[in-house]
């Protein structure tokens, strides 16, 4: 491929291309310290492995899932190490080990690395494609990854992210309404008993409950598949949980700061907004109610928005929801496929700003660049389990070797290359 312009500069001659080909240089010493720090993580984590083949399989399986395999499944992993592929699909898929007390192990070395009370408790789904219909929770459902339906799994993920980096917390398979009801599904698949059909929303307040008060934090945040939820907003607030969280822009709202339209000289009537769609109300505000905003330091540059707040109500069917804040952003550059205008409702237990509003949702794309990173480098995806058990440890496995990567950026100060 010919890499020259017109003028006869070689595109690698560029001052953002020499940039990137200098952080991509990796170092023997680098690379050799890499080793040495991934020995030093494992031996925190090897005890929660009780059997000295688990601890043996375990170190054997996050290795794989941080090299450069083009497919992180057991057998390329086996091979590589040089073992049989049995053994290792055994303690993935069905292993007697507690991944719960290894991701407890690991919460608490997050907080203790980036605890931050400022910082946010990310709610995040994600599908994974898959062919047939053996793998546990497998339906035809909404596949973001696609943009479409599709047959595929869905999980349930609880993120961190402070100003230091961003880490994952824990993870949960939904299991659609018709798999929980199937006995001999459930059966081939192992689900235990006390799994039942809930819809995702409600694992995720579940999981704010179980480690929302050992992990430091201001907020929680989430995609509108949680924002959309007026439940899902009440419980937050019952919590006493300040949240910045995405909506459609066909959420109806009333603004509670505007005027109503003038009465009539003998009409004492209180006269108050109309409900709205979120979009046309945002539509209609003039440039004065708009302010530019920087929001990080992007791979790209800087990410700046336009943005707006103002108090409403919601009004879902006949039901008129509490006083909320509407926050609308428009990207100064939005990224290919990005929206153009976001939506989001937010409460919070304090008096805010404008800026810590569009502060706390910017901790959403921290999380959108942690799992590419997971599925990219740590193997999330990479899995041909079909249990429930077997999909928990992969996930719980990947996460681990995932925090070791999120660890590694900590210290260096800057994004690593692969």
């Not at 890499?34 to 009780?50: D, E, N, T």
């Not at 920087?294 to 943005?307: D, H, L, S, T, Y």
């Given at each position: ?25 990796v170092?023997?010493g680098?690379v050799?310290?890499c080793?040495?720090?991934?020995v ?36 390329p ?9 049995k ?10 080990w ?28 994600s599908?994974?494609p898959?062919?047939?219909s053996?793998?546990c929770?497998?339906?035809?459902q ?16 609880l993120?961190?992210?402070t ?13 659609p ?24 929303w409600?694992?995720?307040l ?7 008060r050992q ?132 409460w ?37 389990v ?14 681990l070797a ?5 660890l590694e950026?900590?210290g ?5 290359p692969?």
């Amino acid at each position: 491929m010919d890499t020259t312009e017109a003028t006869g500069t070689s595109l690698l001659e560029q001052p953002e291309a020499a940039a990137l080909l200098g952080d991509a240089v990796v170092t023997a010493g680098q690379v050799k310290g890499c080793r040495q720090r991934l020995v030093k993580f494992m031996q925190r984590y090897l005890p929660w492995f009780y059997r000295k083949e688990q601890r043996q399989h375990a170190t054997i399986v996050i290795e794989g899932l941080l090299s450069g395999l083009e497919r992180k499944t057991a057998e390329p992993i086996a091979r590589e190490h040089g073992v049989p592929r049995k053994p290792i699909q055994t303690f993935v898929g069905a292993g007697k080990w507690d991944d719960q007390a290894v991701l407890g192990k690991l919460r608490r070395d997050v907080v203790a690395a980036m605890g931050d009370v400022a910082g946010a408790l990310v709610l995040d789904g994600s599908a994974f494609p898959k062919k047939g219909s053996h793998s546990c929770g497998v339906a035809r459902q909404w596949c973001g990854r696609l943009g479409k339906k599709e047959n595929c799994q869905v999980g349930l993920f609880l993120a961190y992210a402070t100003d230091r980096g961003q880490a994952p917390l824990d993870r949960r398979l939904y299991l659609p309404k018709d798999w929980a009801a199937d006995k001999a599904r459930r059966a081939k698949c192992h689900v235990p008993r006390s799994v039942r059909f809930q819809e995702s929303w409600r694992m995720g307040l579940q999981m704010i409950d179980a480690h929302g008060r050992q992990v430091p934090h201001r907020w929680v945040v989430g995609d509108d598949e949680f924002g959309r939820v007026q439940v899902l907003r009440t419980g937050l607030r019952e919590r006493n949980e300040s949240y910045v969280l995405d909506v459609p822009c066909s959420t109806v709202v009333r603004e509670l700061t505007a005027p109503g339209p003038t009465a009539g000289p003998n009409d004492n009537r209180r006269r108050v907004q109309p409900f709205v769609r979120a979009e046309a109300w945002a539509a209609a505000q003039p440039p004065d109610r708009w302010r530019d905003m920087f929001v990080k330091a992007g791979q790209k540059g800087p990410i700046r928005v336009r943005a707006t707040m103002t108090a409403v109500r919601t009004m879902l069917g006949t039901r008129i929801g509490p006083e909320e804040w509407l926050l609308v952003l428009r990207p100064l550059h939005p990224q290919p496929g990005a929206p153009a205008v976001s939506y989001h409702l937010a409460w919070s237990t304090a008096p805010v700003t404008l800026e810590q509003l569009v502060a706390a949702h910017g901790r959403r794309q921290q999380i959108e660049q942690l799992f590419e990173q997971a599925k990219g480098e740590a193997g999330l995806d990479h899995y041909e389990v079909r249990s429930y058990v077997g999909w928990h440890h992969h996930m719980t496995l990947s996460l681990l070797a995932l925090w070791f990567l999120c660890l590694e950026r900590l210290g260096q100060g800057k994004k690593l290359p692969r």
